[in-house]
Each structure stands twice: as structure tokens, then as C-alpha cells.
């Protein structure tokens, strides 16, 4: 059973950092791009970026890029996403799912979830 449980969340100031991550199980983790998707209050699924199975290459939004940070650890099955300059826009339920940016549609490849709150 393919099992992604993602932990790190909590609240934080404005311009503060956090870092999430997913535990991975039941299938060969190396095998797959990673995801990491949010949902904030009120408004659909977004992704935020992607990993390949290496961990040699990453994508990220415009609202990611150049503050988040997504890594994994193939020999540990887990996945990380470094946040640094957090905002408030960037409340939300964090998931992370497997397989590249298509995974936003697909919510049996995502985990439970972690929230992360920004609040001053």
C-alpha cells in the first residue's frame, strides 16, 4: 500500500522558515518524481514543484521559486521542501504526492497532509 505521510508543519511569523517533510512507503521511491501541492482556505489544489527520481533536477512555481527548496533522500524514502520568506499567502495544507506536476489531479497520489500556518 502506497503510503506518504508528511510531517513539519505548524505556525510561523511573517518571514520566517519552515521545512516539511514526507515519508515515504509501499512502493520503490526511487522510481518516481515527487510533488508537493497546496490548498489554502477556501481555494483549489496548487502546485508548488517537482523532483525528479534523482533528485538532480526541480521545478517550481513562480510563487516557489527562489524561496522554496525541494530535495529527497532516495536511501531514506523521504522527500524535503525547504520554506524560507514565508508569507501569509502561503497558508495551506502542504501534500506531498507522487509522480511530476500531473499529480495535482490525481488525490489518491498525495499523503494527508501538513498544515502550514503564517501569522503574525
Known amino acids: 500500500e502506497v503510503q506518504l505521510v508528511e510531517s513539519g508543519g505548524g505556525m510561523v511569523q511573517p518571514g520566517g522558515s519552515l521545512r516539511l517533510s514526507c515519508a515515504a512507503s509501499?512502493?520503490?521511491?526511487?522510481?518516481?518524481?515527487m510533488t508537493w501541492i497546496r490548498q489554502g482556505p477556501g481555494q483549489g489544489p496548487e502546485w508548488v514543484g517537482t523532483?525528479?527520481?534523482?533528485?538532480?533536477?526541480?521545478a517550481y512555481s513562480d510563487s516557489a521559486k527562489g524561496r522554496f527548496a525541494i530535495s529527497r533522500d532516495n536511501a531514506k524514502n523521504t522527500l524535503s521542501l525547504q520554506m524560507n520568506g514565508l508569507k501569509y499567502e502561503n497558508t495551506a495544507l502542504y501534500y506531498c504526492?507522487?509522480?511530476?506536476?500531473?499529480?495535482?489531479?490525481?488525490?489518491?497520489?498525495w499523503g494527508q497532509g501538513t498544515q502550514v500556518t503564517v501569522s503574525s
Open positions: 504526492a507522487r509522480g511530476g506536476r500531473n499529480a495535482l489531479t490525481m488525490r489518491n497520489a
Open positions: 509501499g512502493f520503490t521511491f526511487s522510481d518516481y518524481h
Open positions: 523532483i525528479d527520481q534523482y533528485g538532480e533536477k526541480t
